[in-house]
T-cell receptor, first 114, second 113 residues
Framework: ETGVTQTPRHLVMGMTNKKSLKCEQHLGHNAMYWYKQSAKKPLELMFVYSLEERVENNSVPSRFSPECPNSSHLFLHLHTLQPEDSALYLC?????????????FGSGTRLTVV | AQTVTQSQPEMSVQEAETVTLSCTYDTSENNYYLFWYKQPPSRQMILVIRQEAYKQQNATENRFSVNFQKAAKSFSLKISDSQLGDTAMYFCALISGNTPLVFGKGTRLSVIA
C-alpha cells in the first residue's frame, strides 16, 4: 500500500452509464494526476491538479470529467464512454515543485466498457 | 517535447543472474529527473530508483543500479541477483521543466527459476 487509494478496483459499465472513479491520498501531497494505461501504449497523462486547480488537460474527450474538491481527493466522472476507453486508470500524487521525489501511484481502476 | 524510449518490449533472466534494461530520453532542459518504476501484476506502480540529472554519480538502491550517461541521454537499469519477485513491467520515466512525468512503453521482465 503506497498511500494512494483508488476505488473501485474493477468497473464494468455500459456505454450509456454514468460512473465515477475515486482517488484518495493522505501523504500531504498537493498535486494529483490521472493517467490512462492501455495495452501496448505508454501511459497517457489525462489531467493534472496542482494546489487544487486544474493545470493540464491533454485534449481528453469531454466524456471524462475530473473533479478535485480538496488536495486529498480526486475524482474522474465518466459518461457515455466508448469501448476504446477500456483501460487501467491510474491516479498519482506528488509534492508540487518537488519533482525529484517522483509520483506515488495507486493500484488503478480496471475499466471495461461494454 | 520530452520523450522516453524503451526499445526492449520483453526480456527474461535466470534467477540470481544480472539483467540490464535500456532507456533513452530526450529533453531540452538542463535540469531534470529520471526514474525507473516497477509495475507487478498487482498493478501498483512502485518507484524503484531515481536519478537527478545534475548528479554525475549513478544512483544505487540495494540490487538496483543505474548507468546514467547524460551526453548520450541514456539511463539503463541494472538488476543484480535477480529474484522471482522482480518479475514485472518496468517503466523508465522523465520529469523536466514544468512537464509532468512522461513514461516509456515499458519492458516486461520475466525472472525464470
Amino acid at each position: 500500500e503506497t498511500g494512494v487509494t483508488q476505488t473501485p478496483r474493477h468497473l464494468v459499465m455500459g456505454m450509456t452509464n454514468k460512473k465515477s472513479l475515486k482517488c484518495e491520498q493522505h501523504l500531504g501531497h498537493n498535486a494529483m494526476y490521472w493517467y490512462k494505461q492501455s495495452a501496448k501504449k505508454p501511459l497517457e497523462l489525462m489531467f493534472v491538479y496542482s494546489l487544487e486547480e486544474r493545470v493540464e488537460n491533454n485534449s481528453v474527450p469531454s466524456r471524462f470529467s475530473p473533479e478535485c474538491p480538496n488536495s486529498s481527493h480526486l475524482f474522474l466522472h465518466l459518461h457515455t464512454l466508448q469501448p476504446e476507453d477500456s483501460a487501467l486508470y491510474l491516479c498519482a500524487s506528488s509534492l508540487f515543485d518537488r519533482e525529484e521525489y517522483g509520483y506515488t501511484f495507486g493500484s488503478g481502476t480496471r475499466l471495461t466498457v461494454v | 517535447a520530452q520523450t522516453v524510449t524503451q526499445s526492449q518490449p520483453e526480456m527474461s533472466v535466470q534467477e540470481a543472474e544480472t539483467v540490464t534494461l535500456s532507456c533513452t530520453y530526450d529533453t531540452s532542459e538542463n535540469n531534470y529527473y529520471l526514474f525507473w518504476y516497477k509495475q507487478p501484476p498487482s498493478r501498483q506502480m512502485i518507484l524503484v530508483i531515481r536519478q537527478e540529472a545534475y548528479k554525475q554519480q549513478n544512483a544505487t538502491e540495494n540490487r538496483f543500479s543505474v548507468n546514467f550517461q547524460k551526453a548520450a541521454k541514456s539511463f539503463s537499469l541494472k538488476i543484480s541477483d535477480s529474484q522471482l519477485g522482480d518479475t514485472a513491467m518496468y517503466f523508465c520515466a522523465l520529469i523536466s521543466g514544468n512537464t509532468p512525468l512522461v513514461f516509456g512503453k515499458g519492458t516486461r521482465l520475466s525472472v525464470i527459476a
